[in-house]
């Protein structure tokens, strides 16, 4: 395509060449999603990563530089245009509120110790579907550990739950390993897995050279780019120019999906 090589002149491009290249089947077709949920999406798992993030870090400031003892894990509860970290601990098999974080545009908070209620249904089945998607096999699996974001599924009942590779160098941008598993209302059944790359891919973010700075790559995928690009660009803050499809290539800037040189436009 012309302007991918346009863009070579103009920008640092990043390579594509995957760093663990895991070999297997041809990867398989992800459920197509239009273009405007899957910036939401995006902007969702986005908003959860940064707020657990900064709340663990609260968290740990306040109890101390080790995990405090029962503790299970964590959602993100909405909160209006804020959000709740809720650390979850487990005792006699019950799962309980035991901190709250609150966060707001990216800063938490003051920590709060619970009573040790126990979890709403909706709560219990939110972190039951995320317990479930990290208890299941992965067929595809780039770094030792892994991040979550789950939210509601956007069509009918249930979860959808992420499975994300984390950044492993503050200058490497982690193109591979991250799914989507759509999970039961109870949060107990995993009904789908999408996997949204086809192998495992870490790339050098060019921006670490101070200059002007973009990332290409090619997806195999789907025939447009997905919400872990739109995750990946609010993160690295650089665009990230997709070739999905034949002859299309997407520009992810942030939040901002746009059809840059196509033959069929999806929707």
């Given at each position: 395509m012309r302007l991918v090589y346009a863009l070579a002149f103009a920008l640092t491009i990043a390579s594509q060449s995957p760093v663990h290249a895991q070999a297997g089947k041809p990867p398989s077709q992800i459920e197509s999603w239009p273009l405007s949920q899957i910036s939401d999406m995006g902007q969702e798992i986005y908003r959860q990563d940064v707020a657990a993030w900064v709340a663990t870090d609260a968290l740990f400031a306040k109890l101390g530089d080790k995990p405090p003892a029962g503790l299970a894990g964590w959602i993100?509860?909405?909160?209006?245009?804020?959000?709740?970290?809720?650390?979850?601990?487990q005792t006699d098999g019950v799962l309980k509120s035991g901190w709250d974080v609150p966060v707001r545009q990216g800063?938490?908070?003051?920590?709060?110790?619970?009573?040790?209620?126990?979890?709403?249904?909706?709560e219990r089945a939110m972190f039951t579907a995320r317990q479930t998607a990290l208890n299941a096999s992965n067929p595809l699996r780039c770094s030792r550990t892994v991040n979550t974001a789950v939210t509601h599924a956007p069509q009918g009942e249930g979860w959808i739950v992420w499975i994300l590779t984390p950044m492993p160098d503050r200058n490497v941008i982690p193109m591979g390993g991250h799914q989507r598993l759509?999970?039961?209302?109870?949060?107990?059944?995993?009904?789908?897995?999408?996997?949204?790359?086809?192998?495992?891919?870490d790339v050098e973010?060019?921006?670490?050279?101070?200059?002007?700075?973009?990332v290409v790559i090619t997806?195999?995928?789907?025939?447009?780019?997905?919400?872990a690009h739109v995750f990946l660009s609010l993160q690295s803050r650089i665009p990230i120019y997709v070739s999905a499809g034949k002859d299309n290539l997407f520009e992810v800037n942030g939040a901002r999906i746009r059809n840059v040189e196509t033959s069929?436009?999806?929707r």
């Amino acid at each position: 395509m012309r302007l991918v090589y346009a863009l070579a002149f103009a920008l640092t491009i990043a390579s594509q060449s995957p760093v663990h290249a895991q070999a297997g089947k041809p990867p398989s077709q992800i459920e197509s999603w239009p273009l405007s949920q899957i910036s939401d999406m995006g902007q969702e798992i986005y908003r959860q990563d940064v707020a657990a993030w900064v709340a663990t870090d609260a968290l740990f400031a306040k109890l101390g530089d080790k995990p405090p003892a029962g503790l299970a894990g964590w959602i993100v509860v909405s909160n209006g245009d804020d959000q709740i970290v809720r650390f979850v601990i487990q005792t006699d098999g019950v799962l309980k509120s035991g901190w709250d974080v609150p966060v707001r545009q990216g800063v938490a908070g003051e920590v709060v110790q619970t009573a040790n209620l126990p979890l709403s249904d909706v709560e219990r089945a939110m972190f039951t579907a995320r317990q479930t998607a990290l208890n299941a096999s992965n067929p595809l699996r780039c770094s030792r550990t892994v991040n979550t974001a789950v939210t509601h599924a956007p069509q009918g009942e249930g979860w959808i739950v992420w499975i994300l590779t984390p950044m492993p160098d503050r200058n490497v941008i982690p193109m591979g390993g991250h799914q989507r598993l759509t999970i039961s209302q109870d949060g107990s059944t995993i009904l789908r897995r999408d996997i949204l790359s086809s192998g495992c891919m870490d790339v050098e973010d060019p921006k670490s050279e101070n200059r002007p700075a973009a990332v290409v790559i090619t997806s195999v995928v789907s025939d447009r780019p997905t919400e872990a690009h739109v995750f990946l660009s609010l993160q690295s803050r650089i665009p990230i120019y997709v070739s999905a499809g034949k002859d299309n290539l997407f520009e992810v800037n942030g939040a901002r999906i746009r059809n840059v040189e196509t033959s069929a436009s999806p929707r």
